[in-house]
């Protein structure tokens, strides 16, 4: 992708001044994950603009974005989810949910004991938002729920090239709040920018950071794949390239 083509657009069609943070030049929070995997409360956290059906949905007029987020409880009937975010292709989570938002292959890890406990609620934000100061905000405000629950790991997805953004300011605040964090990347230029703590980087299309719809055996590699990376890793910002091919077969 061409970062100065988005910015362009950006600049063009939104804010004469956009550009998008560059932490290149400050210091990367890190929280050391101490546990294995198996022994962590973790939270799914999404850009993907998804809320239960009944909830106030995301404001998608603003062109500024919204930075606020909504409640998915753990045993919420998935099926009642609806999506608030007008910036990407619906098609792919339409036909499965599991390509942005996979909580239903986390709780199938859960119960087969490869994660000990999935966090009562998790999360969504519409990520296309230039309001960053904002989100930082409601991110620290999140992260001070998600400590007094106990979750210690979060894994956290965008779905949109400004999604990447925001989910990786997002990370930064949960991790310099004691929060180990993996953040998906589908456009590497920005993660390069922002520098989440922890990155993986996959080359799927944007609303589908899990992978292709119904393929089950290869979101789920890229979901243990991302959960290693938050242990084996100790290397502030560091980018991990997964090269799976949009519909791989996993064997």
């Known amino acids: 992708m061409d970062i100065d083509k988005t910015v362009k657009f950006m600049r063009e069609k939104v804010d004469p001044e956009f550009n998008f943070v560059d932490n290149t030049e400050k210091d990367i929070p890190f929280t050391k994950l101490d546990k294995i995997i198996k022994d962590t409360k973790l939270v ?9 059906r009944g909830d106030n949905p995301f404001d998608t007029e603003d062109p500024f974005g919204d930075p606020s987020y909504r409640v998915i409880p753990k045993n919420t009937n998935l099926d009642n989810l609806e999506i608030s975010h007008a910036h ?3 098609k792919y989570v339409n036909e499965d949910l599991n390509c942005a ?14 994660i000990d406990t999935l966090a009562n609620n998790h999360y969504s934000f519409m990520g296309y938002c230039l309001k960053t100061e904002k989100i930082k905000e409601n991110a620290r405000e999140l992260s001070n729920i998600l400590k007094n629950n106990g979750v210690e790991t ?11 953004q925001s989910v990786g300011l997002i990370a930064r605040e949960l991790e310099s709040d004691g929060i180990s964090t993996v953040t998906l990347n589908l456009y590497l230029e920005i993660a390069q920018l922002v520098l989440p703590p922890r990155t993986v980087s996959v080359n799927f299309p944007f609303g589908a950071p899990f992978g292709d719809p119904n393929n089950k055996k290869l979101q789920l590699q890229v979901i243990k794949e991302s959960l290693k990376m938050l242990k084996e890793t100790e290397v502030k910002g560091k980018i991990k390239k997964l090269n799976y091919d949009w519909r791989e077969k996993i064997k």
């Not at 999404?46 to 239960?52: A, N, R």
């Not at 909580?103 to 119960?111: F, G, T, V």
């Open 44 to 52: 799914l956290i999404s850009s993907g603009g998804f809320h239960l």
């Open 88 to 90: 990407y292709d619906h």
């Open 101 to 114: 938002f996979p909580l239903k292959l986390l709780k199938e890890l859960e119960n087969k004991k490869k």
């Open 154 to 164: 979060a894994l956290i997805a965008p779905t949109w090239p400004i999604c990447n």
